[in-house]
């Protein structure tokens, strides 16, 4: 059984930093496409960055340039670099994977539980 595990969420002041992990459990290797989602109390779900194993990223607007997603093929392990946060990034924040192509898929099949990032002012 495949399984997601986010770990990492804290609370944090404007402009300091986290790194979210996500273990891909039950996977021969890392799924070719991971993604980091956020969702807070009242809006949209937001998809963040996007992750392939090809190597290729990509980011939404409102992080690029703040945050960067990373992986350990060994540990089968992505990972979410937050720097310069500030209180718009407070939010439930949750991977998600795929598989195979297309990268991203119109919706994701295996997701995580979640971790929580509060910033406070």
């Known amino acids: 059984q495949v399984q997601l595990v986010e770990s990492g969420g804290d609370s944090v002041q404007a402009g300091g930093s986290l790194r979210l992990s996500c273990v891909a459990s039950?996977?021969?290797?890392?799924?070719?496409?991971m993604a980091w989602f956020r969702q807070a109390p009242g809006k949209e779900r937001e998809r963040v960055a996007t992750s392939r194993s090809s190597g290729s990223s990509s980011y939404a607007d409102s992080v690029n340039g703040r945050f960067t997603i990373s992986r350990d093929n060994i540990k089968k392990t992505r990972y979410l670099q937050m720097n310069r946060v500030n209180p718009d990034d407070t939010a439930l924040y949750y991977c998600?994977?795929?598989?195979?192509?297309?990268?991203?898929?119109?919706?994701?099949?295996?997701w995580g539980q979640g971790t929580q990032v509060t910033v406070s002012s």
């Open positions: 039950g996977y021969t290797s890392l799924p070719y496409c």
């Open positions: 998600a994977a795929q598989s195979g192509a297309p990268c991203p898929p119109p919706n994701f099949p295996v």
